[in-house]
């Protein structure tokens, strides 16, 4: 195998070595370039353990090297230069780092970094344990790594802390970047990897397939996947036809996507992994399914431990967000946006959590915001005027919610001490408030002006309710359970006492040994009687 460059003139180094050769190269005044090869015709760069082989040419200059265990290869071009790896026919191009050993490949300016196979050949970037390979481009350059038919691009990482871990599959055009009908692309990194993928302005790093191809950027136990970039990049794993996309990470893994302009971003986590998304104005479309454990996954935001903070921007952004086990999301959207989870529709929230999650939404189509819980999860919930809220919680759960003003709106917020709610209802007839009290189980409820309304007061202690009835037509109907106090503007004495006003009907019922007292209007009577069965109903005139 040859390596050669027409164009660098005086300095220019050819390295051909044959089964067990040692070649010296000299370039430039007396330096000495040793370089050994293997069998089978394999150029090597080889250096002693901790050594460092530094590689650095003038434009148009062309580099391909390999090293042993622990060596540091360095590749950095200038302007215009081409570090390229190239192989015809069945010939292979391996860049492979040994235990500890760090491949670089950096480029300025306009550089093109490629891997490129025609034929049959084969391309492998590959890591040993605790190796790293980072690929880094300013500017408008390019790194691509690139197959004909039939060919294999495999970037892979060992056991270890390995840096950077690109594996694709057997089979026909299983590659890394842009793959025909078929394909399959797939970044998989080890416990502890590192896979960087970083763009400078303008650049392009891309996982696109057709046809039936599937696409996964995935990371193990404690590995590092980041996505970064500026400008008008585009950071995207895109799929047609019947294609699968996951960016996914298990374990400690942490996965952080940063994408400016109208840039889009998709990504699925596994349990315990650290999700950041932070998305520019403009038409960007951010979607995020976090598995179960302690994920924390924040969107411009998210203080503390198992905090997603997700906010859009202006415009039509799109966020798409699923929680596991722990987490805790909330939402604020801007106008014209839609925040939606496993639903469609417009200005649609939905959100779905298991476990012990602080919240879960699962809405319709339609300015449809719907809440449903397992126990002891906490919701927040912000939405504008005309939204419709529906809200299922288990036992013990804390729910906060506020929507805009108009009539039939609810505004409900969670009041201290276990299982208290409060509820406070905008203005407009059928409107309910609702403010909890102190103490274990004690419901306060007062309601607005108009008929159909209600008023509920509770007094202290624990299991102790007072109720009023309002003016109008309204109606008021309360059922007590087994051995339960109900209080209706009673003090204590495990009684029950009930006031009807104007033509207000009166409805009680209590079960077991309760103890049932009413109270009429004026010219009323007062009747005290302990029931076996529910039936007690008082009309009272004013």
């Known amino acids: 195998m040859a390596l050669k460059d027409s164009k660098c003139g005086g300095d220019c180094i050819t390295l051909e070595a044959g089964g067990g050769d040692c070649n010296a190269l ?26 460092c082989i530094a590689l650095e040419t003038g434009g148009g200059d062309c580099i391909a090297l390999e090293a042993g265990g622990g060596d540091c290869i360095a590749l950095e071009a200038g302007g215009g230069d081409c570090i390229a790896q190239e192989a015809g026919g069945a010939d292979c191009i391996a860049l492979e780092a040994g235990g500890g050993d760090c491949i670089a490949l950096e480029a300025g300016g306009d550089d093109c970094i490629a891997q490129e196979a025609g034929g049959d050949g084969c391309i492998a ?66 416990g502890g990897d590192c896979i960087a993928l970083e763009a400078g302005g303008g650049d392009c790093i891309a996982q696109e397939a057709g046809g039936a191809d599937c696409i996964a950027l995935e990371a193990g136990g404690g590995d590092c996947i980041a996505l970064e970039a500026g400008g008008d990049d585009c950071i ?51 979607a995020l399914e976090a598995g179960g454990g302690d994920d924390c996954i924040a969107l411009e935001a998210g ?64 300015d449809c915001i719907a809440l449903e819980t397992g126990g002891g999860d906490c919701i927040a919930l912000e939405t504008g005027g005309g939204d419709c809220i529906a809200l299922e919680t288990g036992g013990g759960d804390c729910i906060a919610l506020e929507t805009g003003g108009g009539d039939g709106c609810v505004a409900l917020e969670a009041g201290g001490g276990d299982g208290c709610v409060a509820l406070e209802a905008g203005g407009g007839d059928g409107c309910v408030a609702l403010e909890a009290g102190g103490g274990d189980g004690c419901v306060a409820l007062e309601a607005g002006g108009g008929d159909g309304c209600v008023a509920l007061e509770s007094g202290g202690g624990d299991g102790c309710v007072a109720l009023e009835a309002g003016g109008g037509d309204g109606c008021v109907a309360l059922e007590a359970g087994g051995g339960g106090c109900v209080a209706l503007e009673a003090g204590g004495g495990g009684c029950v006492a009930l006031e009807a006003g104007g033509d207000g009907c009166v409805a009680l019922e209590a079960g077991g040994e309760g ?8 010219g009323g009577r007062r009747q005290r009687r302990l029931v076996d069965r529910p039936v007690v109903t008082a009309n009272a005139s004013p």
């Open 303 to 366: 203080g503390g431990d198992d905090c997603i903070a997700l906010e859009a921007g202006g415009g039509d952004d799109c966020i798409a967000l699923e929680a596991g086990g722990g987490a805790c999301i909330a939402l604020e959207t801007g106008d014209g946006d839609c925040i939606a989870l496993e639903t469609g529709g417009d200005d649609c929230i939905a959100l779905e959590t298991g476990g012990d999650d602080c919240i879960a939404l699962e809405a319709g189509g339609g």
């Open 515 to 522: 103890c049932i007292a009413q109270e009429t209007g004026r």
């Open 125 to 190: 970037l590959e890591a040993g344990g605790d190796g790293c390979i980072a690929l880094e481009a300013g500017g408008d350059d390019c790194i691509a790594l690139e197959a004909g038919g039939g060919d294999c691009i495999a970037q892979e990482a060992g056991g270890g802390d390995d840096c950077i871990a690109l594996e694709a599959g057997g089979g026909d055009d299983c590659i890394a970047l842009e793959a025909g009908g078929g394909d399959c692309i797939a970044l998989e990194a080890g």
């Open 26 to 51: 000299e370039a430039g005044g007396g330096d000495c370039i040793p370089q050994e090869a293997g069998d089978g015709d394999c150029i090597a760069l080889e250096a002693g353990g901790g050594d």
């Open 236 to 286: 995207a794993q895109e799929a047609g036809g019947d294609g699968c996309i996951a960016l996914e990470a298990g374990g400690d893994g942490c996965i952080a996507l940063e994408a400016g302009g109208d840039d889009c971003i998709a990504l699925e986590a596994g349990g315990g992994d650290c999700i950041a998304q932070e998305a520019g104005g403009g038409d960007d479309c951010i």
